[in-house]
């Protein structure tokens, strides 16, 4: 690896375990040597065809009226053998819906559609897999949920979805859409340009941090459905890659006081990880006692 700023070698050839093939593709955040690095492009034709077809890329959305459901939609997204690339809950206003389904204005369904979307938080996705925009299209089944319980009703819709409006998720229909939605959920240079905003009310609220290792293994939404299910709002949600440096200074606090810092550390920025913002009442206090003991073996035997 060259590094064009400092005009050097950055990088000779060497093995990081902790790096795969597959986490290599155009918009993927890699965790080289405590280096925070995006792909940006391809280096031929040859391996842009090749991992075009392998890691293709879509973009999701969880709905509204599936709030309850997030954390068994992502088991599902997993399940059926989707990465979760990025992922950022937000809530549509007006203006910005009519702006997402421009395509559908003036059909007969879309005041109805948008006051859907708007009355509630969306979670946005983008998906990595083989052929992944019509992979995701299967998923989640024909658009009407009563359709798609007749005609698959293993698929997302069928389980989880009520009529044509209320159909659980969204997905893109080709890679120009694709493209357009990714841009439209998770495009803008900086926080105040995006249209779609952070649902995070810093109120009465707690930090949960899903760890690199449970997003890479396909359980976080396993983590989500026990949140939900223990009574806890998640209001927030987003993922990041943090680069070392940031991290060491997010974790400052617990310097000199884990055994297991640096380790953690380590850990903690060698892949993406998923940010809630979690509330209830006296939300820190119950939220740490919900999460058990710091140990798992000890969890295990005292909660």
Excluded at 157 to 185: C, I, Y
Excluded at 274 to 298: K, S
């Amino acid at each position: 690896m060259y590094d064009v700023k400092n005009e050097r070698i950055f990088l000779k050839k060497t093995e990081i375990p902790s790096i795969q093939l597959e986490d290599f593709f155009v918009g993927a955040k890699v965790t080289i040597l405590s280096r925070s690095m995006k792909v940006t492009d391809y280096g031929d034709v040859r391996t842009r065809q090749r991992f075009e077809t392998f890691r293709a890329r879509t973009f999701a959305m969880i709905k509204p009226d599936s709030y309850a459901n997030i954390g068994k939609i992502i088991d599902s997204i997993y399940a059926s053998g989707f990465e979760i690339n990025k992922l950022k809950m937000s809530k549509f206003n007006k203006q910005s819906a009519s702006a997402f389904y421009a395509e559908h204005q003036g059909k007969p369904f879309f005041d109805n559609l948008c006051n859907m979307m708007c009355s509630d938080v969306t979670v946005g996705m983008e998906l990595i897999s083989t052929d992944a925009i019509s992979k995701w299209r299967e998923t989640i089944g024909p658009t009407n949920s009563e359709n798609a319980k007749r005609e698959a009703p293993s698929s997302i819709r069928a389980k989880f979805g009520t009529d044509g409006t209320r159909n659980a998720v969204h997905g893109s229909d080709s890679s120009v859409s694709h493209k357009r939605e990714s841009d439209f959920w998770f495009g803008g240079e900086s926080p105040a340009d995006r249209p779609m905003q952070t649902t995070a009310v810093m109120d009465n609220c707690t930090l949960c941090l899903i760890k690199p290792h449970i997003l890479k293994e396909g359980l976080a939404g396993q983590v989500i459905d026990a949140i939900i299910e223990a009574g806890f709002e998640i209001s927030a949600m987003e993922i990041f890659n943090l680069s070392r440096p940031v991290f060491e200074e997010f974790y400052d606090v617990y310097k000199n006081v884990l055994p297991e810092y640096l380790p953690l550390i380590e850990h903690m920025t060698n892949g993406p990880m998923l940010a809630l913002e979690v509330r209830q009442n006296n939300a820190v206090t119950a939220f740490r006692d919900f999460c058990g003991p710091h140990d798992p073996e000890i969890a295990k035997h005292l909660r």
